[in-house]
């Protein structure tokens, strides 16, 4: 199986996607990307463009919110939610249907639980609700950025995997866990959160050696790491550079205290499959 990031799936065609889809290989998506692209779709001039962009999600199987599931997979419960599936799907068919912005934004989608939704202004929505996650992110990775540069044990590489697991500790002590839930297995809190954490660590050290401001778009970067457990069978695919090079890192430095079945492929990689000639 395939996890696409968002520089996959702008990479990828439609008809690339149709012929793996047919071969049997299974795809699948992330409502980040998802989300990602869709703040695009009102800009001028771009709209049959983004249409689609965003219409390939259409041969994806799309994953749910991660940190929903990861939260659920430590009995963190979910009443009354509506997955981001089921939205992106009803708004992926409103989509299909529209031949211009206007159209798409004078639709109305129902949800599951027979509630209607707006999509009036949904670029706008999603780009203000994202821009504030991707501020809070900056954030904290800019923090990281200047404790890690005043770091003796950042420099060796010996102490990464500590420094690691202090961020999965970090993240599990974010989470609003039931009472009858006060503690989580260690190996739980790794498998869930040690790639994400993984990805933020070595994204930081790439900018204490390079410098340069903190792209607001590592947030979704990062969040698609969150569908990545220590044994996940999704293969990552990305041209970005950044991200290979923050996940290759991480790869090497595990060993042996965590193993990972992590592996990336670059889009030519499924477009050669695509054509037959992989």
Not at 108 to 129: C, F, Q
């Amino acid at each position: 199986m395939f996890l696409l990031d968002t520089s996959a799936m702008r990479a990828l065609s439609h008809t690339d996607l149709q012929s793996l889809v047919r071969k049997g290989i299974s795809l699948c998506g992330s409502p980040y990307a998802c989300w990602e692209l869709l703040c695009h779709l009102d800009e001028e001039g771009i709209f049959s463009k983004q249409k689609a962009e965003l219409l390939k999600f259409q041969y994806l199987n799309i994953l749910d919110d991660p940190q929903i599931i990861i939260e659920s997979s430590l009995s963190v419960v979910h009443e009354n939610r509506v997955s981001d599936v089921d939205l992106i799907m009803a708004c992926l068919a409103a989509l299909q249907k529209s031949n211009s912005l206007d159209e798409f934004y004078s639709s109305y989608i129902r949800d599951p639980k027979g509630g209607y939704r707006e999509i009036s202004d949904l670029s706008e929505r999603a780009r203000i609700l994202l821009g504030g996650l991707e501020t809070d992110y900056v954030d904290f990775v800019s923090r990281l950025v200047t404790h890690f540069g005043n770091s003796p044990d950042a420099r060796d590489i010996s102490t990464h995997p500590h420094l690691i697991f202090s961020m999965v500790t970090g993240e599990i002590g974010k989470l609003k866990l039931p009472n009858t839930l006060p503690i989580v297995p260690r190996e739980d809190a790794v498998r869930c959160f040690w790639i994400y954490c993984g990805y933020i660590f070595y994204r930081s050290i790439c900018y204490v050696e390079k410098g340069g401001p903190v792209p607001k778009n590592d947030y979704e970067d990062a969040n698609i790491c969150k569908h990545l457990r220590t044994d996940t069978q999704l293969q990552l695919v990305t041209d970005d550079d950044g991200t290979i090079e923050a996940l290759t890192s991480l790869i090497q430095s595990s060993q042996p205290f965590v193993r990972l079945t992590l592996k990336m492929q670059k889009t030519t990689y499924l477009k050669q499959l695509a054509r037959g000639t992989g």
